[in-house]
C-alpha cells in the first residue's frame, strides 16, 4: 500500500501590508522592493502581500516596482495587495500598478457591518459585489477576506453563512478568514474551520491569525487540521498590537510537528528575518524561537558537556538547517566542556592545568556580569598564561571620574603586605591619574612605576562595544623594557591591571633579587 503524500501548505506572507501596521514601522519603497525579492525569490514564500490600496503615491510606486521585477520572473500571480469595497478605486489602483491579485476586504462580522458600515447583510453584499464584477472586467483576481471572522463566527454565526451562501458562486478565488482581534483558542479555531470546510468543502479558505494570547502557531497548527491549505504569517511577527503569527516558528512547527510539506528554503529564514529586522527597527528578541540571537546558544556547562559526550542536549531543531552555527556561552555557567567546544572553534589546545586556569577566569569575570564571547578567548589565554599570580600589590577598590574639558581624578584603595592605603589622583584621563594615585602610595615603599613607552588597546575582531579589552603596554626600566598585559571589559581598567601586573613582577625582582 502507498503511503500518502504529505499535503502541501501554502504560506503567505503579509509582512509588507499587515506587519506595516506595527506601530513605528514604515517601509520605505526601496525597503519593500527588496524585503519582497528576497520573500519570492530567496525565501521562496507561496504568496505574498505587498500593500494597502490608495495608501500613497510612494506605496504605488513600490509596489509598481515590485510586479515590474515579478514579472520578469513569472512571480507576478504571487503578489497581493488588499482593496476596499469601493466599486473601482482600488482595482484601478492595483491595475495601474501592475498588480493580478485583489485581497478584498469585507466584513465577516455582523457587528462591523451594521455598526462601521451602517449597512444591512444584503446592501454589504451588493456592494462586494459590485467590486468584484470590475475586478474581473479588469482582468484581476479576487480572494475575499472576512474581517472579524472570528468574532463573526462567535456572535452571529447566521451572517457569516449568510454572507459565504451569496458570494459563493461569484467568482472568487480564496476567501481568506482572519481571527483579526486574535480572540480564538486552538479548539475553537478547529471548530469554526471545521464548520466552514465542511459546508462549503469545494471553496479555498486561508487562515489569518493575530498572536494577542500567544496562540498564532498553535492556532495555525489547528486550523491546518481542520482543513485549511494556506496560512498567513509575518517575518518576526511583526502586525497590530502583539503581532501575526511568525513565519519561522509556523514554518517549521507545520514541518516538523505536523509532517507538511512546505516550498520555503529554511536556510534563508534568519537572513531574511535579520534584514527585517534592520528595515523595521523593532528588534528581535534574543530567545525569539529559530531567529533570536541566543536560541542555538548553550549556557549551563552540563549541557556542553552532554553535546560534547554525544549530542545529548540536540534536537531536530538543529542550527545548521537555518544556516546557523550553535554555539557554547561563556561564564560563570560554564563547565570545562563549555570552553572546550569553544577552543575547538578557534583550533586551540590546552593542556589541562592551563585549561583550569583560564576556566577559573572566565567564572571569575561571568561572575561580575561580564559578556564573554569565543572572539576574547584569546585575550583571557594570553592573560592568564601569561600571570605569575604575584600579589604584593592589590587594588581592593578604584573610582574613576572623568569630564569633557575636565582633568580626570581617581580614588583607590590598595593593600600592600597586609596594610591598607588609600590614595587619589588626578591626570590627563583615567589611567594618567591612576599613576599619580598609585605613586603616591608607593613611594611609601620607595618604588615608583617606570617609563611607559608604548600603549595598545585593541578589541577582538568582530568584537562589539561590551568585547573585552586587551591593553599591553611597554615600559622603559633601567635600560631594558618590560611589556605587560591587562584585559578587562574597561579598557581605562585593562591598563590599570597592566601596570598593576608591572609592579608586582618588580617587586618581586626586588624580593628574589631575580630578574623575571
Known amino acids: 500500500m502507498d503511503t500518502p503524500s504529505p499535503r502541501h501548505i501554502e504560506l503567505l506572507d503579509t509582512t509588507l501590508r499587515d506587519g506595516e501596521q506595527t506601530q513605528g514601522v514604515s517601509f520605505p519603497p526601496d525597503e519593500k522592493v527588496n524585503i519582497a525579492k528576497a520573500l519570492l525569490g530567496k525565501l521562496n514564500v507561496d504568496r505574498i502581500e505587498i500593500a494597502?490600496?490608495?495608501?500613497?503615491?510612494?506605496?504605488?510606486?513600490?509596489?509598481?516596482?515590485?510586479?515590474?521585477?515579478?514579472?520578469?520572473?513569472?512571480?507576478?500571480?504571487?503578489?497581493?495587495?488588499?482593496?476596499?469595497?469601493?466599486?473601482?478605486?482600488?482595482?484601478?489602483?492595483?491595475?495601474?500598478?501592475?498588480?493580478?491579485?485583489?485581497?478584498?476586504?469585507?466584513?465577516?462580522?455582523?457587528?462591523?457591518?451594521?455598526?462601521?458600515?451602517?449597512?444591512?447583510?444584503?446592501?454589504?453584499?451588493?456592494?462586494?459585489?459590485?467590486?468584484?464584477?470590475?475586478?474581473?472586467?479588469?482582468?484581476?483576481?479576487?480572494?475575499?477576506?472576512?474581517?472579524?471572522?472570528?468574532?463573526?463566527?462567535?456572535?452571529?454565526?447566521?451572517?457569516?453563512?449568510?454572507?459565504?451562501?451569496?458570494?459563493?458562486?461569484?467568482?472568487?478565488?480564496?476567501?481568506?478568514?482572519?481571527?483579526?482581534?486574535?480572540?480564538?483558542?486552538?479548539?475553537?479555531?478547529?471548530?469554526?474551520?471545521?464548520?466552514?470546510?465542511?459546508?462549503?468543502?469545494?471553496?479555498?479558505?486561508?487562515?489569518?491569525?493575530?498572536?494577542?494570547y500567544g496562540l498564532g502557531t498553535a492556532n495555525v497548527m489547528a486550523a491546518v487540521k481542520a482543513g485549511v491549505n494556506t496560512v498567513h504569517c509575518t517575518v518576526n511577527c511583526l502586525g497590530e498590537r502583539a503581532g501575526n503569527a511568525s513565519l519561522a516558528e509556523v514554518a517549521v512547527t507545520l514541518k516538523d510537528k505536523m509532517g507538511m510539506q512546505l516550498s520555503i528554503n529554511e536556510e534563508h529564514i534568519f537572513d531574511i528575518s535579520k534584514?527585517?529586522?534592520?528595515?523595521?527597527?523593532?528588534?528581535?528578541?534574543?530567545?525569539?524561537?529559530?531567529?533570536?540571537?541566543?536560541?542555538?546558544?548553550?549556557?549551563?556547562?552540563?549541557?556542553?558537556?552532554?553535546?560534547?559526550?554525544?549530542?545529548?542536549?540536540?534536537?531536530?531543531l538543529t542550527p545548521e538547517r537555518f544556516d546557523r552555527k550553535r554555539t557554547y556561552a561563556l561564564g560563570k555557567m560554564s563547565g570545562k566542556a563549555s570552553l572546550i567546544k569553544n577552543l575547538e572553534e578557534l583550533d586551540i589546545s590546552l593542556s589541562d592545568e592551563n585549561l583550569k586556569k583560564v576556566l577559573k577566569r572566565i567564572v571569575e569575570l561571568g561572575d561580575s556580569k561580564h559578556t564573554i564571547t569565543s572572539d576574547d578567548i584569546p585575550f583571557i589565554i594570553a592573560d592568564v598564561l601569561e600571570s605569575k599570580d604575584y600579589s604584593h600589590v592589590k587594588l581592593t577598590n578604584c573610582s574613576i571620574t572623568s569630564g569633557l574639558d575636565l582633568e580626570s581624578t581617581v580614588s583607590i584603595q590598595v593593600v600592600i603586605g597586609g596594610k591598607h592605603h588609600k590614595s587619589s589622583g588626578t591626570g590627563n584621563g583615567g589611567f594618567d591619574a591612576f599613576i599619580d594615585a598609585i605613586n603616591k602610595v608607593l613611594e611609601n615603599y620607595d618604588y615608583q612605576i617606570p617609563k611607559l613607552v608604548d600603549y595598545e588597546v585593541r578589541i577582538p575582531k568582530g568584537g562589539e562595544t561590551s568585547a573585552l579589552t586587551?591593553?599591553?603596554?611597554?615600559?622603559?626600566?633601567?635600560?631594558?623594557?618590560?611589556?605587560?598585559?591587562?584585559?578587562?571589559?574597561?579598557?581605562?581598567?585593562?591598563?590599570?591591571?597592566?601596570?598593576?601586573?608591572?609592579?608586582?613582577?618588580?617587586?618581586q625582582e626586588r624580593e628574589t633579587g631575580t630578574l623575571l
Open 52 to 212: 494597502s490600496a490608495n495608501v500613497s503615491e510612494g506605496e504605488k510606486a513600490a509596489v509598481a516596482t515590485i510586479n515590474e521585477w515579478a514579472s520578469e520572473h513569472n512571480l507576478v500571480e504571487r503578489i497581493e495587495v488588499l482593496g476596499f469595497v469601493d466599486n473601482n478605486r482600488s482595482v484601478d489602483w492595483i491595475v495601474e500598478a501592475g498588480g493580478k491579485v485583489i485581497n478584498l476586504l469585507t466584513k465577516g462580522s455582523e457587528k462591523h457591518c451594521s455598526t462601521q458600515l451602517k449597512k444591512t447583510l444584503d446592501q454589504h453584499v451588493t456592494d462586494i459585489k459590485q467590486t468584484v464584477e470590475y475586478a474581473h472586467t479588469q482582468g484581476l483576481t479576487v480572494n475575499m477576506y472576512l474581517e472579524d471572522w472570528s468574532n463573526g463566527m462567535k456572535d452571529s454565526r447566521d451572517y457569516v453563512f449568510g454572507l459565504m451562501d451569496a458570494m459563493k458562486n461569484s467568482g472568487v478565488s480564496r476567501y481568506l478568514l482572519p481571527d483579526t482581534l486574535g480572540v480564538m483558542s486552538p479548539d475553537e479555531v478547529f471548530d469554526y474551520i471545521g464548520q466552514m470546510v465542511s459546508r462549503y468543502p469545494d471553496l479555498n479558505f486561508d487562515f489569518h491569525p493575530h498572536n494577542d
Open 275 to 316: 534584514m527585517v529586522e534592520n528595515f523595521s527597527g523593532k528588534w528581535v528578541a534574543a530567545n525569539m524561537p529559530i531567529v533570536g540571537s541566543d536560541v542555538f546558544t548553550q549556557t549551563a556547562g552540563i549541557h556542553a558537556d552532554g553535546d560534547h559526550k554525544g549530542g545529548l542536549y540536540e534536537s531536530t
Open 470 to 507: 586587551e591593553c599591553i603596554i611597554t615600559w622603559q626600566d633601567n635600560g631594558r623594557k618590560v611589556k605587560t598585559r591587562g584585559v578587562h571589559a574597561n579598557q581605562v581598567f585593562a591598563a590599570i591591571l597592566a601596570a598593576l601586573r608591572l609592579v608586582n613582577l618588580q617587586l
